[in-house]
């Protein structure tokens, strides 16, 4: 996996410009972006890639079209006269898997940039990124509830990381639709910004990231995710590590270098002790 | 009220005792109050008298000058230092005391109050206070990313109680500065006023908890620990 398997495949459109900033289009407008069992695997394929990647330095996630995501494409994941029995609940599997995983624990930092819709199991996509921004006019709906259905896979347990859990209640019980604005103060969302402005917003942020240093920014990703369920003696400890680790890595390049001009010129004998 | 310690042992906190509030005073006006190894050793020092004291029903922290601090004084802490290394050690021991532990085991309720700069090692103050009153020309930030460093664990944890997830990868990625309003939309203030009513209000309402537990028969009002 290397910086050269990040290509567009059929349903997902990928950009990797000089700067290092990777926009990834969920491309399937034709059926509102939703997710079926081939974009699922293509998803897995691409994510693991982009981990991998020294030259990506900040994702953006959208959707092609008039909107970002639908949710799953149900229908496929069920549809045996199209795929066999096994590769559905690989699917199954792996969709979660991206969602939950890969998308989350990406050492880069993620912008899900939102726009028209967003619904069902897209909520999972977007919560997964470090930095969500929409545009005020982007409807959002978890409407499961009215098909007889709840908010399943990891929907729910992401509408209990990011939203307020009043706001989770209300929207996942009553299926009510809400724009970007509500999606900003329901906690879900970074912030929203008028439907001109989302695209150039998102972009400047991204310029600004990429100058970052980019083992600073995944220390910073990690560094939030772990220590929330840390003691605060063991946040401490941890907080020792990674404070060795990082600048163990930032010297690396040079530090590198410069052990291996010694092993060349006889001063360094790694593994002798010296 | 005879004050229940020396005040005038500290050099980098300016200490006011009145009616059972103790005010605390980040002073070292030349680095916004940036909190450096003697400012550090001194709070441990205070924090472990308040501990113990019954005369101090309240604790309110603000800053002198017009900033309420600017984070840790990296320059005085790390690579560059020229503290010795024993003295460095001790005040990082000192730094873990009293943000991961002093602050949150005190029983004295704790106000702050927040004029101008508040950034990145001042989080953890913020997160252990009661209630935080905020100037509305405040500003908040984790600038930590912006010179390739990180919010070091105990701070990202801090965030984490304080912050809703949103505001807190947003700051700390970003490194963007970021208003009082928006502090408290992402839960690190109580209250946003306007800047020249600040300490007074913050003042005013120590000056009210500290009369209304006075008036409480004298027993461990200890907060539950966390």
Redesign the interface.
């Known amino acids: 996996m290397s910086t050269k398997e990040i290509k567009s495949t059929k349903h997902i459109l990928v950009d990797l410009n000089d700067e290092g900033i990777l926009t990834i289009t969920m491309n399937r407008p034709q059926k509102k972006n939703a997710m079926n069992v081939e974009f699922t695997f293509e998803m897995q394929n691409l994510l693991m890639a982009v981990a991998a990647s020294k030259e990506v330095r900040v994702v953006i996630l959208k959707g092609a079209g008039d909107g970002f995501c639908a949710g799953m494409d149900i229908k496929d994941f069920f549809d045996l006269s199209e795929h066999d029995e096994d590769s559905l609940s690989s699917a199954k599997e792996v969709a979660n898997h991206w969602r939950v995983r890969l998308l989350r624990k990406l050492p880069q930092p993620t912008i899900a940039m939102v726009h028209g819709f967003c619904y069902g199991g897209a909520f999972a996509i977007v919560e997964a990124c470090d930095i969500a921004f929409c545009a005020d006019s982007t409807n959002f709906a978890l409407s499961e509830i009215n098909f007889g259905h709840f908010p399943a896979g990891p929907v729910a347990k992401s509408l209990a990381l990011a939203m307020h859990s009043r706001a989770a209640s209300y929207y996942s019980l009553s299926g009510r639709p809400f724009n970007g604005k509500e999606a900003e103060s329901s906690g879900f969302i970074t912030k929203s910004w008028p439907d001109g402005e989302l695209e150039a917003e998102t972009i400047k942020l991204a310029q600004e990231l990429v100058k970052k240093d980019p083992i600073a920014l995944q220390f910073t990703k990690e560094s939030l995710e772990h220590v929330k369920s840390m003691e605060w003696d063991a946040a401490l400890s941890y907080n020792s590590a990674k404070f060795a680790e990082l600048k163990t890595l930032q010297k690396g390049a040079s530090s590198r270098a410069t052990s291996v001009a010694n092993f060349l010129d006889g001063k360094f004998k790694p593994g002798l002790g010296s | 009220m005879v004050s229940p310690f020396a005040l005038n042992e500290f050099k980098q906190l300016s200490l006011n005792f009145d009616n059972g509030v103790l005010s605390l005073a980040l002073n070292r006006p030349e680095k916004k109050n940036a909190i450096g190894v003697d400012m550090t050793l001194e709070i441990e020092q205070l924090l472990k008298q308040v501990a113990v004291s019954s005369a101090v029903k309240v604790l309110l922290i603000r800053g002198m000058h017009g900033n309420f601090s600017t984070g840790m004084d990296m320059k005085d802490f790390f690579d560059h230092s020229d503290r010795d290394p024993a003295e460095l050690a001790r005040a990082r021991h000192a730094t ?1 005391q009293w943000r ?2 002093q602050l ?1 085991l005190l029983s004295q309720p704790i106000i702050c109050a927040v004029e101008g700069y508040c950034l990145g090692g001042a989080f953890p103050i913020l997160e252990c206070a009661t209630w935080v009153v905020a100037s509305d020309t405040a500003t908040f930030g984790l600038p ?3 010179f ?7 701070i ?2 801090s ?2 109680l304080a912050m ?7 700051s ?5 500065n970021f208003s009082a309003h928006q502090a408290k ?1 992402w839960g690190l203030v109580s209250h946003v006023c306007p800047s020249d009513k600040c300490l007074a209000i913050a003042e005013e309402a120590a000056h009210a908890v500290a009369q209304h537990l006075s008036e409480q028969p004298t027993t461990d009002h200890q907060k539950p620990s966390t």
């Open positions: 873990n991961s532990r949150r930590e990313i912006n390739g460093f990180v919010p070091g664990g105990p990202a944890k965030v984490g809703t997830r949103r505001g807190a990868s947003y700390s990625l970003s490194g963007r939309k």
